[in-house]
């Protein structure tokens, strides 16, 4: 099979990685891929939004699947645009990816389908949205929300109401995420520990992804601005079997209802974002495509092939092929450690050259010199005119390693990350550390 990636980060070599295993493979490209990619796959320079471009190349290329990693596409539609030239995709249609694009959206489906999840109310101007803060939320934590895509920033969760107003005025009058903050979500704090079930969908049979928890802070502790993720760890020792029960029956039944009553097509990974407290469990958000990082802790725990998985999903035909698809997992736990440029989310500098690859880079299946149960996975990262591998990003490689037991699984990322030097590499070392205290 002849098989499209689309994007360029560490879930998408992931993805790669894993797809390469296969034996039904023949053929991988990836748009635009990274250094890391390029071992495994032909990356075509072609932007993951250029949507013209990537269904003339897959129709020219005769793509038999395309796989796609980031939302920015999906929410344009490419999915959609694919389907309707004949081509199968992995990823849900614009409408679809709504559940992400539009966070009032969403919550209005997860009140409608019946999901728990925070009280809200939903503004689009000024005015009424302070006077909600002042009637409701005086001296109380809130969580304001812009509705629309704003790269994992446009949310902040506010001590009280004055913090809250401040971020109220960033969003509707400085239009600081432009056309994604002309409606706000006011949002009842929640607390408790969050937690990732991730699923693959067509829609009408769902298969669930073992659980995960990322870090999302810059800092030790969980501490500072937001990144895309420093680090995450699989499966999360929070997710009992029984709360496992309680997520399907919860969340991801009443979202398959729910698409099925609104006509929705949707064949891809749904993400849940959950808030777990005292057995209760919230549903923070929606995702409607693999994390990152969560994606390189999960898929190396995945010991059967997953693109027959995904080629499944596509054709919709989940349910049918679950027997003869035999998904099978590891008995082991997986941690990402993200080494990054110093600065990030921040600005940072680029072109440094790394050193110290080797012991990590896996062409496939733990390829020469790969140690067993390590994995290099490349983000941010591109060759420079002398061929070397430099850094091209903020998240610069992520290492993930497996092992029977979280702890050993860390220490393993841990010393590979240590081989790997680059002028300006932050990671943090506290990967894992909420699951450790368990
Ligand atoms: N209702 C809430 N109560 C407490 N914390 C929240 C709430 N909603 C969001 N958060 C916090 O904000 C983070 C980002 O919110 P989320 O809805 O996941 O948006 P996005 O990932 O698109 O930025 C969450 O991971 C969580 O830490
Ligand atoms: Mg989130």
Known sequence: MRVLIVGGGGREHTLAWKLAQSPFLSRLYCAPGNAGIAALAECIDLSPVDIDGLCQFALKEKIDLTVVGPEAPLAAGLADRFRGAGLKVFGPGRSGARLESSKVWAKDRMRRWGIPTADFAVFSEYGAAARHLEQHYVNKPVVVKADGLAAGKGVVVAPESAAAEKALRQIMIEKAFGAAGEQVLLEECLFGEELSVLAITDGRELVMLPSAQDHKAIGEGDRGPNT???????????????????????????????????????????????????????????????????????????????????????????????????????????????????????????????????????????????????????????????????????????????????????????????????????????????????
């Not at 841990?414 to 990967?431: H, L, N, P, S």
């Open 228 to 438: 895309g993720g420093m680090g995450a760890y699989a499966p999360a020792p929070l997710l009992t079997a029984e709360l496992a029960r309680k997520v399907e029956r919860a969340v991801f039944r009443p979202f398959l209802a729910g698409l099925r009553a609104e006509g929705i097509d949707y064949r891809g990974v749904i993400y849940a974002g959950l808030m777990i407290s005292d057995r209760e469990i919230d549903l923070l958000e929606f995702n409607v495509r693999f994390g990152d990082p969560e994606t390189q802790a999960l898929l190396p725990l995945l010991r059967s092939d997953l693109l027959p998985l995904l080629l499944a999903t596509a054709e919709g035909r989940l349910e049918q092929a679950l027997s003869s698809l035999d998904i099978q997992w590891r008995e082991a736990s997986a941690a990402c450690v993200v080494l990054a440029s110093d600065g990030y989310p921040g600005p940072y500098k680029s072109g440094k050259v790394i050193h110290g690859l080797v012991q990590g880079d896996p062409p496939a299946a733990g390829g020469t010199g790969a140690e067993e149960g390590l994995a290099l996975f490349h983000a941010g990262t591109a060759f420079d005119r002398s061929g070397r591998i430099v850094t091209a990003g903020g998240r610069v490689l992520g290492v993930t390693a497996w092992a029977q037991e979280l702890p050993e699984a860390l220490q393993k990322a841990y010393r590979a990350v240590e081989q790997i030097k680059f002028e300006g590499c932050y990671y943090r070392r506290d990967i894992g550390h909420r699951a450790l205290k368990r």
